[in-house]
């Protein structure tokens, strides 16, 4: 079955600007959850989404923010992007439910976002 | 706050030596660990995780929650194995947000 898919891959935008990063998960995958990587703080969680309700947040400002559709695809949003923004935006989806066999993560390819 | 230790960032064995990666966790309850590995160029995806108590690709991790750790290990290191690992933990079951480690760079000499 496919993957987990990012789009776009690769995103270059200015200080101040605003972006948006778009996630699929595995069909029948319920819940979405968004990484950000960076060289010096690592991987470090953003949210995760089950059925359109934001179930878990990170120690992330209100720049971040994200929403996921009736079909389980989700965004992410970033306003007034700083330069510290620059990473590998990852998500991960799972079946979400509450049993821990269904934990399991499948991550997708991330995208790059590069803010001058 | 749960927090995850790697304390190597960096480690390299002999093809055929054993390997020793570890991760150390400090908080209270029932933690539950992972490892993930990413090799060059692929995704990130789980290797171990502890309550399954299986051997993966030769790897094995065990829980002691006397020394805090879940370190990961296997006897006879290959070149495939090459690749990046992180420790990772989730506080409750059911709750998919993952802390990850720092990583450790795993590097296997032939």
């Known amino acids: 079955k496919a993957g987990v898919t990012q789009t776009p891959r690769y995103l270059i935008k200015t200080r101040g600007q605003q972006v948006t990063l778009s996630c699929s998960p595995i069909?029948?995958?319920?819940?979405v959850s968004w990484y950000q990587q960076t060289p010096g703080q690592g991987l470090q969680f953003l949210f995760e989404y089950f059925s359109e309700t934001q179930r878990n947040k990170g120690n992330f400002p209100g720049r971040f923010s994200g929403r996921q559709f009736s079909n389980s695809r989700s965004e992410m949003n970033v306003s007034t992007l700083e330069l510290g923004d620059s990473a590998l935006y990852l998500c991960?989806?799972?079946w979400g439910t509450g049993r821990f066999d269904y934990n399991e993560q499948f991550f997708g390819p991330g995208t790059r976002l590069t803010v001058l | 706050a749960q927090r995850v230790t790697q304390p190597e960032k960096l480690l390299s064995v002999f093809k055929g030596a054993p390997v020793e990666l570890k991760c150390n966790y400090s908080y209270s309850g029932s933690p539950e660990l992972f490892w993930y590995v990413q090799y060059s160029r692929q995704r990130l995806q789980l290797l171990l995780r502890h309550i399954s108590r299986e051997s993966i690709k030769g790897f094995t991790a065990d829980l002691n929650k006397g020394e805090t750790s879940f370190h990961l290990k296997k006897p006879f290191a290959q070149e495939e194995d090459s690749a990046m690992y992180y420790c990772a933990s989730i506080l409750q079951t059911g709750a998919n947000n993952l802390f990850f480690g720092t990583g450790t760079r795993l590097t296997v000499i032939p």
């Open positions: 991960a989806s799972s």
């Open positions: 069909s029948g995958h319920r819940s």
